[in-house]
């Protein structure tokens, strides 16, 4: 067993108060300590050193059932984290290895060994294995190559673009050959800063109705693939600027996340029958047996520059709250990440 000195025996974590109704608020959230249970064969202790807030976490935050589990209520919230093993009692695991879990939301966690992985610092800082090399990365790079079928050529429309996977996305496609590609933000610097990643065309959804500005900015050839962080207004311009075989790879939504009533669908959906569109819904979980490929493609892209990532650093963990509501209201260029 290799252990440290004045190991801790209590940790601080965010609880789920109450469940939000529509947007979150701080009240929703309660900062709490809780007591560390000893170690077990085959576990270990991590200190982390950041947490992942994302926007699935929302739905979580709601008592419907859903892919994910709610999250419980006066419990700690869970979700992914990068940190240090300050304790182990599992081989494989020493003090010092940096790995990669599930129990997020809080500043020490006691976990299977088996539940992580260990990070390569070697290849890129910590917290990228929470975003580029990460869950993140996963997302962009199946939702792109798996889920659409993208193929070097196509004209690639990416909303949300200036976010975690959004702006992985436009960036995988220009590697892979894409012929052109587009992305949508909230922010004057947001655009500029795609425009900085490579994409060929940005726009401001708050300055215009979306379908006009992507019209525009497809230049009269339509889109192939549509790679959907947003839903709503977006999705119904897509489907108007999508070409004959276009393909849509439904990742979020996160303009209804939020909502308190039903929103209504694409008003030109029929035109997915005479366009012959595919459109598919994907969640990572299903797309795991893909990341051999994709870490070995994005660890090259990202050493010679081809791919390059941002991240919103909060400091704290009584931020984390605050974090991941900015979070949901576009506050973030790139990962949104806690850093404790």
């Given at each position: 067993?290799?252990?440290?000195?004045?190991?801790?025996?209590?940790?601080?974590?965010?609880?789920?108060?109450?469940?939000?109704?529509?947007?979150?608020?701080?009240?929703?959230?309660?900062?709490?300590?809780?007591?560390?249970?000893?170690?077990?064969?085959?576990?270990?202790?991590?200190?982390?050193?950041?947490?992942?807030?994302?926007?699935?976490?929302?739905?979580?935050?709601?008592?419907?059932?859903?892919?994910?589990?709610?999250?419980?209520?006066?419990?700690?919230?869970?979700?992914?984290?990068?940190?240090?093993?300050?304790?182990?009692?599992?081989?494989?695991?020493?003090?010092?290895?940096?790995?990669?879990?599930?129990?997020?939301?809080?500043?020490?966690?006691?976990?299977?060994?088996?539940?992580?992985?260990?990070?390569?610092?070697?290849?890129?800082?910590?917290?990228?294995?929470?975003?580029?090399?990460?869950?993140?990365?996963?997302?962009?790079?199946?939702?792109?190559?798996?889920?659409?079928?993208f193929k070097p050529g196509d004209v690639v429309f990416v909303s949300g673009a200036a976010g975690a996977v959004g702006s992985l996305v436009g960036q995988i496609a220009k590697a892979m050959g894409a012929s052109r590609v587009i992305g949508?933000?909230?922010?004057?610097?947001?655009?500029?800063?795609?425009?900085?990643?490579?994409?060929?065309?940005?726009?401001?959804?708050?300055?215009?109705?979306?379908?006009?500005?992507?019209?525009?900015?497809?230049?009269?050839?339509?889109?192939?693939?549509?790679?959907?962080?947003?839903?709503?207004?977006?999705?119904?311009?897509?489907?108007?600027?999508?070409?004959?075989?276009?393909?849509?790879?439904?990742?979020?939504?996160?303009?209804?996340?939020?909502?308190?009533?039903?929103?209504?669908?694409?008003?030109?959906?029929?035109?997915?029958?005479?366009?012959?569109?595919?459109?598919?819904?994907?969640?990572?979980?299903?797309?795991?047996?893909?990341?051999?490929?994709?870490?070995?493609?994005?660890?090259?892209?990202?050493?010679?520059?081809?791919?390059?990532?941002?991240?919103?650093?909060?400091?704290?963990?009584?931020?984390?709250?605050?974090?991941?509501?900015?979070?949901?209201?576009?506050?973030?260029?790139?990962?949104?990440?806690?850093?404790?």
């Open positions: 067993m290799s252990t440290t000195t004045a190991l801790p025996t209590s940790t601080r974590e965010i609880r789920l108060a109450s469940r939000p109704a529509g947007r979150p608020v701080p009240e929703n959230f309660r900062l709490s300590e809780s007591p560390l249970p000893e170690l077990q064969d085959g576990q270990i202790l991590v200190r982390n050193l950041y947490i992942s807030v994302d926007p699935y976490m929302r739905g979580r935050m709601n008592d419907t059932k859903s892919y994910s589990a709610p999250f419980a209520l006066d419990a700690a919230l869970d979700g992914g984290a990068v940190g240090e093993v300050i304790a182990s009692r599992a081989e494989g695991r020493k003090v010092g290895d940096v790995v990669v879990h599930q129990l997020g939301w809080r500043e020490h966690a006691v976990l299977d060994a088996d539940a992580t992985a260990v990070a390569r610092t070697d290849l890129a800082p910590a917290s990228a294995f929470l975003g580029a090399l990460g869950m993140t990365g996963l997302t962009a790079y199946a939702g792109l190559l798996k889920v659409a079928d949508s933000a909230g922010t004057p610097e947001k655009v500029a800063r795609l425009l900085e990643l490579g994409f060929d065309a940005a726009f401001n959804y708050r300055d215009a109705p979306v379908r006009d500005q992507l019209k525009a900015a497809a230049d009269g050839n339509g889109i192939d693939v549509y790679f959907d962080n947003v839903g709503g207004d977006h999705l119904e311009a897509a489907l108007a600027e999508l070409n004959v075989g276009g393909r849509v790879a439904m990742c979020g939504a996160i303009a209804q996340y939020n909502a308190t009533e039903p929103t209504p669908g694409p008003r030109n959906l029929m035109l997915a029958i005479g366009k012959q569109l595919t459109l598919r819904g994907f969640l990572v979980g299903g797309q795991r047996q893909h990341r051999p490929e994709f870490f070995e493609a994005m660890s090259v892209w990202l050493a010679d520059g081809s791919v390059r990532y941002d991240e919103t650093v909060v400091d704290g963990l009584e931020n984390a709250p605050r974090a991941f509501m900015d979070l949901l209201d576009g506050a973030n260029t790139g990962k949104m990440l806690v850093r404790l």
